[in-house]
């Protein structure tokens, strides 16, 4: 299956990486796109990305037009697109929390020709120049079609996504949301709080880069996400969000417990008991090397 024309509207890191996908994976020939941030649709652009800067209206013209803005405005884009749209013209979006944006264009008389989607794909890196052309690859996307949604164009995107190597899982949004909060919104909150704890604790920048390990490293990597981006979805997403750090909390206050009354058997069951996600990481690596 190919499309005449995709658009993008967001060139950062995940919409650029999508701009660049569909067309290494020949999925269409032609990509447009557009961004608030006039530097990015510059670099987009002169990098070759994306073929054409246009306007909101042009963009609306495209076989496929991608919303990969941050999730406060996506909705009223996402309508926005549907109004200019013709019949033919599949909208969709990637953001990372659903349940809103779907009740939002719930209401459009055009909505059975958005498909919400979210890939499970990024780096802490942002920006159209930060874009990988197989970002999604090996990756799973979330589909959350609304019941009476076109078939035809739903199918149209699991395509798209299949073609750039992405595993596809359909979920409601209700459901997706409290999941992304326990896998993925609450790993970027600790390695904030991570790289808060060291900065506060730690004034010699010299030390921290002296001292710190792969651990560290690894652990804050996302610490470097843009607070453009996540500050939107912690806000939309805090229900779900507060009851996993309340969770999270809970599991930090037994370590701190058995750690002050030196109770090594119970620090032993707890890093035991946590030791089991191995298993479930392993067997996801299993999965993506295989599909490689």
């Not at 005449?4 to 996908?21: F, Q």
Request: overall charge negative; charged content about 25%; some cysteine.
């Amino acid at each position: 299956m190919m499309v005449k024309e995709v658009s993008i509207i967001g060139l950062g890191l995940i919409g650029t990486s999508l701009a660049r996908g569909v067309k290494k994976c020949g999925f269409t020939s032609r990509v447009i796109g557009l961004d608030m941030n006039a530097d990015h649709s510059r670099m987009a652009l002169e990098a070759g990305y994306i073929d054409e800067v246009v306007d909101m209206e042009r963009a609306c013209k495209a076989s496929i037009v991608v919303v990969a803005a941050p999730v406060d405005v996506s909705g009223e884009i996402v309508r926005e697109a549907l109004d200019k749209s013709g019949e033919e013209t599949i909208v969709i979006d990637v953001c990372s929390t659903k349940k809103n944006i779907v009740d939002m264009v719930s209401s459009h008389p055009s909505h059975s020709r958005f498909v919400p989607t979210h890939p499970m794909a990024g780096t802490e890196n942002s920006g159209p120049m930060a874009s990988l052309d197989d970002l999604f690859y090996g990756h799973t996307v979330i589909v959350l079609p609304y019941p009476d949604a076109d078939v035809e164009k739903v199918k149209v995107i699991e395509t798209m996504y299949e073609t750039l190597g992405a595993e596809i899982v359909k979920m409601t949004p209700a459901a997706h949301d409290e999941s992304v909060a326990y896998v993925s919104h609450i790993s970027h909150i600790s390695s904030y709080a991570l790289a808060l704890t060291v900065l506060n604790k730690e004034r010699s920048q010299e030390n921290i880069m002296h001292l710190a390990g792969g651990g560290f490293a690894s652990t804050a990597r996302l610490a470097k996400s843009s607070p453009d981006m996540w500050v939107p979805i912690f806000t939309e997403n805090r229900e779900a969000i507060i009851d996993v750090l309340d969770e999270y909390i809970e599991n930090v206050i037994l370590f701190k417990h058995a750690i002050k009354s030196a109770n090594a058997d119970v620090v032993r069951t707890l890093i035991s008991q946590a030791n089991r996600v191995r298993g479930v990481l392993e067997e996801k690596e299993k999965k993506s090397k295989n599909k490689r």
